[in-house]
Each structure stands twice: as structure tokens, then as C-alpha cells.
């Protein structure tokens, strides 16, 4: 099983700044890793897939880089609705889940 | 718009069996793989099984390999999931989700609101 390790756990910044969200895999899975977003009492939403793709309507200030087992969610500028639990999840074999990181605006 | 929609979730015994389903709207079902990912309250996303659009590709996680089975129903635009000899550890909040791509088992667009599955004496 491929493990998924996210850093930080928790990430609490200000509106306006920066953020960039780790994910780090045990083993190569390519370049087959996606992010998603889930606030409190919602579905998870896709937000990156396959390192770098936007998924349909997420907004340009979210962006992914990565390959192999070293992969970046970065949020260019943060608001606050951008609060939320973010997590990586792989696809090179079969499906895992990194444990996500709390990020705070 | 796409909707998916959890049913069949509730309150079993250990040992017991529990059958969920998920209803599709609004898009082609037979076209994309589909998936079951669950969510023990307060904890992160697992994923538990997913099945590619004509049923020839089919996973699961090891945490239920062997209890747990994966179908679909093309022509009634629906998933399904039996669970059999649930543990207290499969509590948890069971979400539908569509899948990219219509083969592999890929990453997932689209997600219901899910059920809740709950294993306790």
C-alpha cells in the first residue's frame, strides 16, 4: 500500500498570504496524485488532479507542482472561505488517502 | 447537474450485514467508473472499493477485502455496496463518487452528500 504523508497537520495563516500544502508518497506514483478540499459537514471537492490539473470551476489561485513522491498544493492568495481540510490522494496503485491538513484563514 | 445519492445506511450489530446504494443523475452512469470512499467521524478520507463502467475492473482496500462487494446496476443508473460481518471500525459516514474516467480507478469529480453507517451492540 502506498502511504500518503501530508505536512503541515495544521496551517494557520491570514487572508491575502500564501500557503503551500506538502504531500509526500512512499513509493513513485508518477505523476497520478490529486487534492481535494472538504469543509466542515461537506463532501469533498477535487480541486487538482493528475500533480497540476484544475478540475472544472476551481479558481486559478490554486495550483499543484510535484512528481514522483514529492507533491505541492499551493494557494496563491488566500480568502477566507479557503478554510477547510486538504487532502492528497493517490491513483499509481490502487487508492490512498493522505491523513489531510487543517488549513486556518 | 450531477447528483449522486446515498441510501441504505443506519445502526447494525457486529457480525451483521448492511446494503448500500447510490443513485445517479445527470450524466451517461455506464460511461465512468464509480466509487465508495468513507469517513469515520472525525477522521480523514478512505477509500473502500471502486468498479469500472462495465463491472471488469473492480478494487478494494484491504481493510475490507473479502467482506465487502462492489456492483452496479447500469440500466437503474445505480451502485451499490454489500457489507458483510461489519465491524465497529466501518463506522462511518459512506459517500458515492464518480469517477474521472470510465476504465481505470482514477480520482473522483463528483460525490454525494453520504450515509451513515454505524456498527454497535
Known amino acids: 500500500e502506498i502511504v500518503l504523508t501530508q505536512s503541515p497537520a495544521t496551517l494557520s495563516l491570514s487572508p491575502g498570504e500564501r500557503a503551500t500544502l506538502s504531500c509526500r508518497a512512499s513509493?513513485?506514483?508518477?505523476?497520478?496524485l490529486a487534492w481535494y478540499q472538504q469543509k466542515p459537514g461537506q463532501a469533498p471537492r477535487l480541486l487538482i488532479y493528475?500533480?497540476?490539473n484544475r478540475a472544472t470551476g476551481i479558481p486559478a489561485r490554486f495550483s499543484g507542482s510535484g512528481s514522483g513522491t514529492d507533491f505541492t498544493l499551493t494557494i496563491s492568495s488566500l480568502e477566507p472561505e479557503d478554510s477547510a481540510v486538504y487532502y492528497c490522494q493517490q491513483r499509481s496503485n490502487l487508492i490512498t488517502f493522505g491523513q489531510g491538513t487543517r488549513l486556518e484563514i | 447537474e450531477v447528483q449522486l445519492v446515498e441510501s441504505g445506511g443506519g445502526l447494525v450489530q457486529p457480525g451483521r450485514s448492511l446494503r448500500l446504494s447510490c443513485a445517479a443523475s445527470a450524466f451517461t452512469f455506464d460511461d465512468y467508473a464509480m466509487h465508495w470512499v468513507r469517513q469515520a467521524p472525525g477522521k480523514g478520507l478512505e477509500w473502500v472499493s471502486g468498479i469500472g463502467w462495465n463491472s471488469g475492473n473492480i478494487g478494494y482496500a484491504d481493510s475490507v477485502k473479502g467482506r465487502f462487494t462492489i456492483s452496479r446496476d447500469n440500466a437503474k443508473n445505480s451502485l451499490y455496496l454489500q457489507m458483510n460481518s461489519l465491524r465497529a471500525e466501518d463506522t462511518a459516514l459512506y459517500y458515492c463518487?464518480?469517477?474521472?474516467?470510465?476504465?481505470?480507478?482514477?480520482?473522483?469529480?463528483?460525490w454525494g452528500q453520504g450515509t451513515l453507517v454505524t456498527v454497535s451492540s
Open positions: 463518487a464518480k469517477d474521472r474516467f470510465g476504465e481505470l480507478l482514477t480520482h473522483f469529480d463528483y
Open positions: 493528475d500533480a497540476s
Open positions: 513509493q513513485s506514483v508518477s505523476r497520478y
